[in-house]
Nanobody, 124 residues
């Protein structure tokens, strides 16, 4: 099982940018996939973005499409979430997740490992 550690959260004004990182430790295989999720206060955790470790294919929730970009650096075993044009409604705890599942399962929150989360706060 892999271990995930997120970083990069913080306080930013609306319209600003942040880049989250998720460091992966442990053994991974080519069928590995990762996702970012977020949970706002009093709400359920929601899918944000997906990336396949093997071919780098990506998928986004409609609410972040065109503003957020997920990417991976295989040499550094790290996945990133670049967040631009941030809005107050993006405020949440952001989690990365990983597992040997495809897009359909990752979107539903099926994962083998979860990070501890990093807080993102967007002020208006």
């Amino acid at each position: 099982q892999v271990q995930l550690v997120e970083s990069g959260g913080g306080l930013v004004q609306a319209g600003g940018s942040l880049r989250l990182s998720c460091a992966v430790s442990g053994r991974t295989f080519s069928s590995f996939s990762m996702g970012w999720f977020r949970q706002a206060p009093g709400k359920e955790r929601w899918f944000v973005a997906f990336i396949s470790w093997s071919d780098g294919s990506t998928y986004y929730a409609d609410s972040v499409k065109g503003r957020f970009t997920i990417s991976r650096d295989s040499a550094k075993n790290t996945v990133y979430l670049q967040m631009n044009s941030l809005k107050p409604e993006d405020t949440a705890i952001y989690y990365c997740a990983a597992g040997y599942y495809g897009l359909k399962s990752i979107r539903l929150g099926h994962a083998d490992s979860w990070g501890q989360g990093t807080q993102v706060t967007v002020s208006s």
